[in-house]
């Protein structure tokens, strides 16, 4: 009895001893593997910290608030959307007498939708440090992003001193991007299609009004619209991504006002009054004191960035948008305020089979003009053929590759000489590096019209929905003489008179602004 008792006690010890030693090993063990976890677990939060970064920098991320610069939910902040200027409209250009470069509001309107008007209240340090303008960062092709929507910007509240950071690497990575909008939905661009550009600034009423009339058009399925944007506008990228009509794709020019504020091509505190003379500026030592323009007056930002901006986005269409640069069919150019009759396409058809026979030489198509045509018999069904005009033909225009490349081979002339205009720039090649006239094919009953009423050219309210329904009225007055069988070309073009020299407007003396303009092309 005793041993068998002896023996069960010494069994219970046994065990216990055994149980407290397997509790030791379980709990090393479990602290062992928490210390490993713990910090595997901050590597790891780490990590998808910066991988939420970087994908929002992208695109909106469903459910992520890593980064509150970035909120999934958030609108543009009101910081970055008072970056603005009043953009400015358009109308058939008057040429001041070149006595004086203009000021900004005195110049002679310009065909781009594209002015700012005041730097940002936005408190950045931006440095004093001299940029270096590459390709690369004008347009970094890359590999396809699958990208939901364009991201959105905080409330001001969230906004942080590197929000305009933030927003050029949007941009960059945007255009890296070249996503297309509606690719699942419309066949890629063929050889024989059509590619329209349309700048814009941030008038949203008049873009809508634009699309809303590119959308009546017939073949507009098969069209490549490219938007070019001067300004990252939370409305303006709503209704770019609304568009179901047409394959898109966006790209935003990176050198803008709203991107780099205060610092070249922005207006630097180190930069020459615009009234200042020569003496005085070399007296200030300001950055640009040894290049005036030719009217003795230093440039102005908001001036010289829609010659910038007209220049960028002609080069990144032809050759850097994968959709486009191996395009070589025509290329025709609008503005946000611009408007189209439902036959537009169709016409430039014509235009394109009546130049192609009768025209070889003819650098330019052009649909639209600013002289009122009252009505359309007689010459709604008629093209003429006549030397490109800056002031008359430069809304609605079209050109191909062989254009194009003629046109980049007079980079020099274009990007050094000294007018603040891109059209008037252009339209003195005729008579410099060409050494003969630009040919410009005509419809003597325009198909695009321009329906901006306000800007920094206009002073009156914007009212652009009674302007474009004026325009809708005149084409359904004009309707029986749209869609005609045949274009028909009027006489041959009358002998040249012989060619004189453009005058110049300056506001385009800085070699900042020449060398700036010569990295945009592709050599």
Known sequence: ?????????????LSTLALLLFFACVTGWLVTAYVHFDTLGDSLQQHNYDAVDYLNTHKRVKGVDANPLLHANGRLPKEVVDMQSESNGHHEQQAPEPEQTPKASEQRPTS??????????????EGKKKENHTNAENMTLAAPINSEVIPRLPPPSQIGPDSLELLRQHVLKLNAQQRVINSDKFPPLS???????????????????????????KGIENVLLVISHDYFYDEMNDLVQSIDFCRVVQVFYPHSLQLLPNTFPGQSEEDCPRDATKEQALELNCTNAEHPD??????EAKVTAIKHHWWWKINVVFDRIRETKNFNGTVLFLEEDHFVTPDFIVMTRKLEKLRDEKCADCDFLNLG?????????????????????AGKNNMGFGMNRKTWNTIKSCAEHFCKYD???????????????LQRPIKVMVLKGPRIFHIGTCGI???KSCNEVAEADKIRSKINVQKQHLFPETLHLDSALSPAAPRKKIKNFGGWGDVRDHELCLS???R
Request: some cysteine.
């Open 191 to 217: 050889p024989d299609g059509l590619v329209l550009v349309v700048q814009v600034h941030r008038r949203e009423g008049y873009l809508k009004q634009l699309l809303e009339s590119l959308r009546q058009a």
């Open 457 to 459: 050219h206009h002073k």
């Open 369 to 389: 003009m600013y002289t009122k045509v009252k009505n359309y018999v007689g010459v709604g069904q008629r093209a003429s053929i006549g030397i490109w005009n």
């Open 294 to 299: 030719s009217f003795g007056h230093y440039r």
């Open 1 to 13: 009895m005793r041993r068998s008792c002896y023996v069960c006690g010494r069994r219970r010890r």
């Open 419 to 433: 007018d603040y205009n891109w059209d008037w720039s252009l339209n003195q090649l005729g008579s410099s590096c």
């Open 112 to 125: 781009a939708a594209t002015v700012e008007t005041k730097n940002p209240p936005v408190n950045i340090e």
């Open 520 to 522: 945009f092309v592709d």
